[in-house]
């Protein structure tokens, strides 16, 4: 079982959809959770960072943990083929990078 | 800002040879860097922490002497990918942590190494 498991999609939805991207994690230790947007032959970009369990809005994103549940979401509103990129979840037990295990990343296509 | 520029973008060589990729910090001092590595479809894969003025540390079954690290200072690492072959081809991708409480890691763009 991977520590982190996210399906890689691929995920098509029509412009204006609300996006819900889903990562599961078996670690409890884990106390940081990321999401990171990654278009073709790019680096990921930062979208969300949180620690602990919540919610976190930031713009059209919406970051949420359950850690009880072991599971992370990410909602993306008003969605654009702009949108439309790998969406990867990753998480790490401190900060700073270290020991931070990814998903396997969520292909989306956000159709006009 | 946090912003980590990673240079070439893209390289195309032969067998045989090395080459070198750059990661900087452009406005923040990076005290550790992070190498991943990444197959088209895949997720990034650790392959070594860069600290600044001391050796790397490898992830297991990554070859130190086939992926010289150097950190020589706190703006600047670079991978240099040593005789370098086909099955060597790949994203390379570079990260810089700013410091402090609560800081993610913030990614360069990435190079594409082809080695013919």
């Known amino acids: 079982q991977k520590e982190v498991e996210q399906d890689p999609g691929p995920l098509s939805v029509p412009e204006g959809a609300i996006v819900s991207l889903n990562c599961t994690y078996s670690?409890?230790?884990?106390?940081?959770f990321m999401w990171y947007r990654q278009y073709s032959r790019k680096g990921p970009e930062l979208l969300m960072y949180?620690?602990?369990?919540g919610n976190k809005e930031d713009g059209k994103f919406t970051a949420q943990v359950d850690k009880s549940s072991k599971y992370i979401s990410l909602f993306i509103r008003d969605s654009q083929p702009s949108d439309s990129a790998t969406y990867l979840c990753?998480?790490?037990?401190?900060?700073?990078?270290?020991?931070?295990?990814f998903g396997a990343g969520t292909r989306l296509f956000v159709k006009a | 800002g946090a912003v980590v520029s990673q240079h070439p973008s893209w390289v195309i060589c032969k067998s045989g040879t090395s080459v070198k990729i750059e990661c900087r910090s452009l406005d923040f001092q990076a005290t550790t860097m992070f190498w991943y590595r990444q197959f088209p479809k895949q997720s990034l894969m650790l392959m070594a922490t860069s600290n600044e003025g001391s050796k790397a540390t490898y992830e297991q079954g990554v070859e130190k002497d086939k992926f010289l690290i150097n950190h020589a200072s706190l703006t600047l690492s670079t991978l240099t990918v040593t005789s370098a072959h086909p099955e060597d081809s790949s994203f390379y991708i570079c990260?810089?942590?700013?410091?402090?409480?609560?800081?993610?890691?913030?990614f360069g763009d990435g190079t594409r190494l082809s080695i013919l």
């Open positions: 949180t620690y602990s369990s």
């Open positions: 670690n409890s230790a884990f106390q940081y």
């Open positions: 990753a998480m790490s037990v401190g900060t700073g990078g270290f020991k931070t295990i």
């Open positions: 990260s810089a942590y700013t410091g402090g409480e609560s800081q993610p890691q913030h």
